[in-house]
């Protein structure tokens, strides 16, 4: 019985991590254009500046989600694309806030923010312009 129940623990765990992983999407201000999935990645590795991309804290888990499913990198790589584009002067890294309340209330305020949160958070201030799965 020990073994069914620790079983049962860890799959319910691991379906929570999979829904968790699927309920990320791509915000932007209501007032905003549609922007695709390569717009997206651009905007979040410096190579198009004419949006504000928001982020969420670099050591979190939907941060690595993100940039995983929006740009094929994992942090790792991410952060050395960042160390280069500050060394070369060429940007700035998006601004990090704490969670998806504090992006959702930074994107709804810009109509050139950008930003992700889960899809539970979202509500009319926002809207949805790609989910990530």
């Known amino acids: 019985m020990k073994f069914s129940a620790l079983g049962s623990l860890?799959?319910?765990v691991l379906l929570a991590a999979n829904a968790r992983a699927e309920d990320i999407v791509v915000i932007v201000n209501p007032a905003s254009a549609p922007l695709s999935k390569e717009q997206i990645a651009d905007i979040y590795l410096a190579r198009n500046s004419a949006?504000?991309?928001i982020d969420q804290s670099a050591g979190s888990s939907i941060y690595a989600e993100f940039y995983k499913k929006a740009t094929g990198r994992?942090?790792?790589q991410v952060k050395a694309i960042w160390s280069k584009i500050l060394f070369t002067g060429?940007?700035?890294p998006p601004k990090q806030l704490l969670d998806s309340t504090a992006v959702k209330?930074?994107?709804a305020a810009n109509?050139?923010?950008v930003g992700y949160i889960e899809k539970s958070a979202?509500?009319?201030s926002v809207k949805?312009?790609?989910p990530l799965s």
């Open 10 to 12: 860890i799959l319910a």
């Open 111 to 113: 109509p050139k923010a």
């Open 128 to 130: 949805v312009i790609l």
């Open 122 to 124: 979202v509500d009319a």
């Open 74 to 76: 994992d942090t790792a």
């Open 51 to 53: 949006w504000t991309p």
């Open 90 to 92: 060429r940007g700035v």
């Open 105 to 107: 209330k930074a994107v």
